[in-house]
Structure formats: structure tokens, C-alpha cells
């Protein structure tokens, strides 16, 4: 394994979901960050397809790279659902590399999208936590705060009209009737 340098574009860091890979410098759109490496798996082999963790990164139906060693710094991307990275597989070669797609500034967090099967086995369950779910989420609760208040308000009303129609007399054909005196008027 090559020494990394100190000229690297990226950290890790604390992020919302635990650790994140953050850019230290500018990364031009196109750019190769970092590449997902680790002990390549076989599915034919039933200790290899047994194993168990969330660093697993599949690379065709045989093949899967174990990215669970801790030299292994691009494990701490995390999940996007607008990624400002993707995952360039390499099967044949049984290599991967994190391009950018976009720029990417200092500060700002590496991310991908994991793809829909790790979406669904362990991200739906608990919730997407990515910047744009979360955004969706905090639009979504704050839709329903205002239309619990309007559902308030309406029901705080009703009362006040019931009691406003109760007293006032009513209309029947355009003609006012009520009792007066204890007699009825038409």
C-alpha cells in the first residue's frame, strides 16, 4: 500500500451519520478522490459469502471487496441521495474508484449513492440521513405542523359561529322566524 501524503484532498471527520470523508482541498468535477480497496471476496466460497458487515462493496454477482480494513478511508463515505461523487467499478480488474461529478469545495462532504438494494436493506429502515432527505423531511413535518394549526384554528371556530347562529334568528324563505314572547312568529 502506497504512503498516503499529506497533500491529500480529504479528511475524516465528524459528520451527521458518525464519520464522513470531508474535501481539504478543491476537487474538480471528473477528479478521482480516493479508491475503495480491501480483501476481494468469493461468493462461490461459503466462509467468504457468509461474511457480515456494512463495508462490503459489490462488484458483480461473484466478486466483493471487504472494505472494512482501516487503511481503507473510503469506507467513511457516506450515502447521498444527490451525490456530489460516484463509484467508478472496475469488475475485471476488481477495482473501484470515488470520482467526483461535480465540484467539490473545501469543507464540503464526500458522498455517493449506494444503490438501491443497500437502500432498501439498511438505509429505509431507520430513515434516510443525507443533506437532501433531510431536507425533505423538515419541509414535510413543517407542511404538517401548519396544516394541524389550520385544523386547529378551523375547530376553534366552529364553536364561536354555533354560538353567533344560536342567538341570532333564523332565516326561513327569507322571512325571520323565532319566538317572541312564547309565541312563534311565521
Not at 500500500?1 to 464519520?19: A, C, D, E, H, N
Not at 476481494?40 to 471487504?66: A, M
Not at 460516484?86 to 455517493?112: L, M, T
Request: glycine share 8%; aromatic share 8%.
Amino acid at each position: 500500500m502506497p504512503v498516503i501524503s499529506s497533500q491529500k484532498p480529504y479528511r475524516v471527520g465528524r459528520s451527521k451519520t458518525g464519520l464522513g470523508l470531508f474535501a481539504t482541498k478543491p476537487i474538480k468535477k471528473g477528479t478521482r478522490i480516493i479508491r475503495y480497496f480491501g480483501p476481494i471476496l468469493d461468493s462461490r466460497i461459503p466462509e467468504q459469502d457468509d461474511i457480515e458487515n456494512k463495508y462490503l462493496f459489490e462488484l458483480n454477482g461473484r466478486w466483493t471487496i471487504d472494505g472494512s480494513v482501516r487503511k481503507n478511508l473510503a469506507r467513511y463515505i457516506n450515502h447521498s441521495c444527490r451525490p456530489n461523487a460516484e463509484s467508478d467499478v472496475r469488475p475485471r480488474e476488481r477495482k473501484v474508484f470515488i470520482r467526483a461529478i461535480k465540484n467539490i469545495e473545501p469543507g464540503d462532504e464526500i458522498n455517493y449513492d449506494y444503490g438501491t438494494d443497500y437502500f432498501k436493506a439498511y438505509l429505509k429502515p431507520i430513515g434516510c440521513k443525507c443533506a437532501s432527505c433531510e431536507k425533505k423531511r423538515k419541509k414535510l413535518r413543517a407542511e404538517a405542523r401548519a396544516e394541524k394549526a389550520k385544523a386547529k384554528a378551523r375547530a376553534e371556530r366552529k364553536p364561536k359561529k354555533v354560538g353567533a347562529k344560536g342567538s341570532a334568528k333564523k332565516k326561513l324563505n327569507g322571512h325571520a322566524y323565532g319566538k317572541a314572547n312564547g309565541r312563534a312568529r311565521a
